[in-house]
């Protein structure tokens, strides 16, 4: 995962964890499950730059109906003062937001993907080998050397709930899915889909013997 830095003008709403999803892919002795997490942000153009450009106008309008001392004004003229004051501050917001919207679209895209996190899970069940290939390793284990997958607590955590996916083998244990990368619900999935394959060679193996 690698840092990003907006830009100064661009305030956004980022919620802690990543929104992951699971494709799984299975062809003839292999399974594959491919995990991306990435980042909620939301842009406040519309809660923040929107309201300062409503508020200025109402200022300027102000500053207007001063100058021209409005009091003395024709009718028509205090109604279009009057219309300005309710209209003008509302369309300056709107246009505001929707043109920041459109400028920070390729900002926020590019901070999801410098923030997303990946991982593909490998099952080979012809050369008994499970492999883990994620944004900063990728390695290959025999299933003789797996013990089992499991989920474990997240030490220090501050969401009592939270998970990680763990192998463990026989040279220790082995983080798979970290407490960001998917939910409780996906990660038990997963290491269903581990542990039948597990049992299975297991079961292939020995029948064979």
Do not use: H
């Not at 899970?121 to 994620?134: A, E, T």
């Amino acid at each position: 995962m690698n840092s990003y830095k907006r830009p100064w003008w661009l305030i956004v709403n980022k919620p802690p964890g990543l929104v992951t999803t699971i494709t799984e892919e299975t062809v003839p002795s292999q399974q594959q499950f491919a995990v991306q997490g990435r980042p909620l942000i939301q842009g406040l153009a519309w809660l923040t730059w929107g309201p300062a450009g409503a508020v200025l106008t109402v200022a300027l309008v102000t500053v207007m109906a001063l100058v021209l001392n409005i009091r003395e004004q024709s009718m028509l003229a205090r109604g279009l003062i009057i219309a300005a004051f309710l209209i003008l501050p509302a369309l300056v917001w709107g246009l505001i937001t929707l043109l920041l919207a459109r400028l920070s679209r390729p900002y926020l895209q590019a901070e999801q993907a410098a923030d997303q996190q990946t991982c593909t899970v490998r099952l080979n069940q012809d050369l008994g080998q499970i492999s883990v290939i994620s944004d900063d390793r990728e390695l290959t284990l025999a299933y003789n050397d797996v013990k089992q997958a499991k989920l474990e607590p997240v030490v220090g955590a501050k969401n009592l709930n939270a998970v990680q996916l763990t192998l463990d083998t026989v040279n220790g244990p082995i983080i798979v899915l970290p407490e960001a990368l998917g939910n409780q619900s996906q990660k038990a999935d997963l290491v269903n889909a581990i542990q039948k394959t597990l049992q299975n060679y297991a079961t292939q193996k020995n029948l064979k013997e």
